[in-house]
T-cell receptor, first 115, second 114 residues
Framework: DAGVTQSPTHLIKTRGQQVTLRCSPI?????VSWYQQVLGQGPQFIFQ???????GRGNFPDRFSARQFPNYSSELNVNALLLGDSALYLC??????????????FGQGTRLTVV | GENVEQHPSTLSVQEGDSAVIKCTYS??????FPWYKQELGKRPQLIID???NVGEKKDQRIAVTLNKTAKHFSLHITETQPEDSAVYFC?????????????WGAGTKLIIKP
């Protein structure tokens, strides 16, 4: 039984480039959330998608965008990369959109390094 | 918006002793408070959670207490073991049909000394 899978696991990009991160939720889960975790800090909420619609957006610039596909997988896109975008990007899936008796399960993350 | 503060940033305890990590939150509407454990290089994993209609919850060596009036909640680990060494995060959110925005604390690095 596969958990939340993210790809790639590691990525090195140069400043100004664009990156796409991918997430496959647990089978049957309809909600995907994205978090950015800078080294030594707690995760920061970026986006939540439920039933292919954006349900929440954190305090991130418009360079960050995401979408959810009909199979509930999701992509996070970051344009015009900055050094400060270097972080672990975590995807979490949950059965429902909210927290009504559901738990968020995290993927192993994508480690993005911007040089 | 919600703001979560977590203390201490680092906690070192002797194996077998207890560890306590404290968090405060600012939004009185928050009603769900999970605790996550993150080992080095691994994903966060939920270890225990509490909802605002409960004051205390216990699961073996782990317990969480919630004081809604003071807007703080704490994680208690008893009889600590080497495998408890990790970074622990508290989080808070409002429980809604379509809301899964967790606001996280900065984390506590727990070190268990043998």
């Amino acid at each position: 039984d596969a958990g939340v899978t993210q790809s790639p696991t590691h990525l090195i990009k140069t400043r100004g480039q664009q990156v796409t991160l991918r997430c496959s939720p647990i089978s049957g889960h309809k909600s995907v959330s994205w978090y950015q975790q800078v080294l030594g800090q707690g995760p920061q909420f970026i986006f939540q998608y439920y039933e292919k619609e954006e349900r929440g957006r954190g305090n991130f610039p418009d360079r960050f965008s995401a979408r959810q596909f009909p199979n509930y997988s999701s992509e996070l896109n970051v344009n015009a990369l900055l050094l400060g975008d270097s972080a672990l990007y975590l995807c979490a899936s949950s059965l429902a959109g909210g927290l009504m008796n559901t738990e968020a399960f995290f993927g192993q993350g994508t480690r993005l390094t911007v040089v | 918006g919600e703001n979560v503060e977590q203390h201490p940033s680092t906690l070192s305890v002797q194996e077998g002793d207890s560890a306590v990590i404290k968090c405060t939150y600012s939004d009185s509407a928050s009603n769900y408070f999970p605790w996550y454990k993150q080992e080095l290089g691994k994903r966060p994993q939920l270890i225990i959670d509490i909802r605002s209609n409960v004051g205390e919850k216990k699961d073996q060596r782990i317990a969480v207490t919630l004081n809604k009036t003071a807007k703080h909640f704490s994680l208690h680990i008893t009889e600590t073991q080497p495998e408890d060494s990790a970074v622990y995060f508290c989080a808070a959110t409002t429980n809604g049909d379509s809301n899964y925005q967790l606001i996280w604390g900065a984390g506590t690095k727990l070190i268990i000394k043998p």
